[in-house]
């Protein structure tokens, strides 16, 4: 069912960023695999873990038309709050509009999980479901609801980018509806035409069939159906480059659906103003906007819209330099984008998470999410144009010429042999006259090069073994450090710590409401944490049982916890397990770029990142604290201690002044030389 346009293609120019952040509903999931989170379910098998309360109630009811009916209601209500509960009940509508030979409840059924599978972008499975329902309408002579499936084809065309083919599927559905009405339907199949119309950049002729169903609407007095119009037409004239017209219909429309409670219209009519204000530059009316659109779909529970909502509220925070809220929201899109399977969503908050870190100059976080954004939009291209290709093949014969044309490439192919091996001949033939010419001189400086070359090898030789002796004993050093630090940890932790815990439960036995060995119990107490505290500092024991990541997350938390203090950690691609050296090293760097921030550094917000990417661990520290002079500490033991950590894990570590203030520690470690387990 179509409504207020949430969606479309609009010029380039001012309404980039609209089109980019808030109008991506009849884009999204041009490919279904993209992301791995897509329902693989059959129509006629779906299994959940438990049935929920609403489904055992169903289940109880008798197996009748009735129920039939039912279900499709729950399939397409749950749409937008729980995929998994709406193709449940859709498929136990299917599997029962069957078994009673309940043609209508079938065709019911497999409409609405149709719908399902076009959200999911399961195209193909949406193409097979609404193809059967076809048939089964066309067979029981209910004309209005092949003109509904005609419709819902057309949606699905659509998400597809076909949008001629859209088209025609929408004027079939208008004919059926002209003839045999409501003319609500009339409408609604008018105002999907000018959509499709809007997306193919015939603005004219949009404009032109939102105001016929306009006209419709206001004749049978469907205020609501008038100001979904008005909504629309607003995209179209924001589109034309018409705002102040454009700002007037979508307050128009707005006024409508606050004054009649009906939140989630004006949670699209929001949205999409709030594109057009911060295409505009309007950054502080577009925040608002798109905080009240969020405000609303949260309290609906629709994951998508959400996604959709947290994009266009981080982009607005980006354009007004809060780098740490935009931050904050585009990694919440992203993880909505990906919980709920939304791909236009998803792709736009890698992008959007790109440009951030690029406005914050973390070149690797920047590549990260650009490569993810591209591969994402490279993935919806090539799905889509696979899907074009094979429906010309299929459609125009492709096969025929494409045998027609490889015998042709068949017959060039030979006489381009021929002509090659002509060719060849020529260069044979002064390939052994230079040869000869040059032979005298040739031998003259192949010996000269040859003993360059074994003076050169003899040295090279040497330098290598002298850096090879003191990169073995660095790492020597550094194992035996870690080692120490390992037994010392033992010791404190097994041993004093033990003691310690004992002299307090005696204590503590012997008090008997005592003040001073009251007193003398805390003291013992303590002494005790703070043991177990430096011995978890010299070496952490979930660094061990559990791997990097939950060691840098506990230490992090334990160091970064202060008053006037914030701070983030963020990981990605970093699951399993790593070599132990690898994990020793790159936790001790950490935890010393942490102590130095805490010592000297002044600083009130600290972001740690962990990634994967192209096969090397990256590892960025970034304050805002004071920063530091790179002349007088490039030379401290400190940062000797550091680097020489690195060279250890063969890595690369880089300090530099953030770009307004505080400091960025950037280290490198290629997975190739410390192998992953």
Not at 9 to 19: D, H, Q, W, Y
Not at 358 to 366: E, N, P, R
Not at 612 to 617: E, H, I, S, V
Request: some cysteine.
């Amino acid at each position: 069912m179509a409504g207020t346009l949430e969606a479309g293609i609009f010029p380039a120019g001012i309404l980039s960023r609209l089109v980019m952040n808030n109008l991506g509903a009849w884009l999204t999931r041009s490919v279904g695999c993209a992301i791995g989170v897509l329902c693989s379910c059959s129509l006629g098998v779906f299994a959940q873990e438990a049935p929920s309360p609403v489904q055992q109630r169903v289940v109880a009811l008798p197996d009748d038309t009735v129920k039939v009916f039912k279900l499709s209601d729950l399939c397409f209500e749950y749409r937008r709050k729980d995929v998994d509960s709406a193709l449940w009940f859709g498929t136990k509508a299917l599997e029962l509009a069957r078994a009673l030979r309940f043609h209508k409840g079938e065709a019911q059924a497999l409409n609405d999980l149709a719908i399902i599978h076009i959200d999911l972008s399961a195209f193909a499975e949406a193409d097979s479901a609404l193809h059967r329902a076809l048939a089964i309408r066309k067979a029981l002579h209910d004309d209005a609801g092949v003109g509904a499936v005609h419709n819902k084809l057309g949606n699905l065309y659509q998400a597809q980018l076909r949008l001629e083919e859209a088209l025609a599927e929408n004027r079939n559905a208008l004919r059926i509806f002209e003839r045999i009405g409501p003319p609500a339907k009339e409408a609604l199949i008018l105002s999907n035409i000018a959509i499709l119309h809007f997306n193919l950049r015939q603005y004219e002729q949009a404009l032109t069939d939102h105001r016929a169903a306009a006209e419709v609407r206001s004749a049978i007095g469907d205020s609501t159906g008038l100001a979904e119009s008005e909504g629309n037409m607003a995209n179209v004239l924001a589109a034309l480059g018409d705002t102040a017209a454009a700002l007037g219909a979508f307050k128009r429309a707005g006024d409508y659906f606050r004054s009649h409670e009906l939140w989630r219209e004006y949670a699209v009519q929001a949205q999409n103003e709030a594109g057009l204000r911060l295409a505009m530059g309007d950054a502080h009316k577009a925040l608002a906007l798109y905080a009240e659109a969020l405000s609303i779909r949260e309290k609906a529970a629709d994951r998508k819209a959400i996604a959709s909502s947290l994009t266009g509220l981080a982009d607005a925070s980006l354009a007004l330099g809060r780098m740490n809220e935009a931050l904050r929201t585009a990694l919440r899109a992203m993880h909505m984008g990906r919980a709920v399977g939304a791909t236009n969503e998803l792709m736009q908050s890698y992008k959007l998470l790109a440009r951030i870190h690029a406005q914050l100059d973390h070149a690797d976080s920047t590549l990260f999410y650009h490569e993810h954004y591209a591969s994402l939009r490279d993935s919806v291209f090539s799905a889509d144009m696979g899907q074009r290709l094979a429906d010309l093949q299929v459609r125009f014969g492709m096969e025929r010429k494409e045998h027609v044309l490889q015998q042709q490439r068949a017959d060039l192919g030979v006489k381009n042999l021929e002509i090659a091996e002509l060719g060849r001949k020529a260069e044979r033939r002064n390939f052994l006259l230079a040869l000869t010419v040059g032979a005298s001189g040739a031998l003259g400086l192949i010996a000269l090069s040859i003993l360059q070359y074994q003076r050169r090898k003899a040295r090279s030789a040497k330098d290598a073994a002298v850096i090879a002796e003191r990169e073995a004993g660095l790492r020597a050093i550094v194992e035996n450090t870690d080692s120490e630090r390992q037994r010392i940890a033992a010791d404190l932790h097994d041993g004093v710590g033990q003691l310690l815990t004992g002299l307090q439960y005696r204590i503590e036995a012997a008090a008997h409401g005592n003040e001073r060995w009251t007193a003398m119990r805390s003291m013992a107490e303590e002494a005790s944490r703070e043991v177990r505290d430096i011995a978890h500092r010299m070496m952490p024991r979930s660094l061990g049982e559990h791997g990097l990541v939950p060691a840098l997350s506990d230490m992090i938390g334990r160091s970064l916890t202060l008053p006037g203090m914030s701070h983030s950690f963020e990981h990605f691609g970093v699951e399993g397990r790593l070599p132990k050296n690898l994990e020793t090293g790159v936790y001790r760097i950490a935890q010393e770029l942490v102590n130095n921030i805490i010592k000297h550094a002044r600083a009130q917000q600290v972001h740690v990142q962990l990634l994967r990417n192209k096969g090397a661990l990256i590892l960025i520290v970034e304050d805002d604290g004071v920063g530091f002079d790179p002349v007088a500490t490039r030379n401290g033991l400190g940062m000797r201690n550091l680097h020489d950590r690195a060279r250890v894990i063969h890595g690369q570590l880089e300090v530099e002044r953030g770009k307004e203030k505080g400091t960025v520690a950037t280290l490198r470690v290629p997975l190739i030389e410390n192998s992953v387990r």
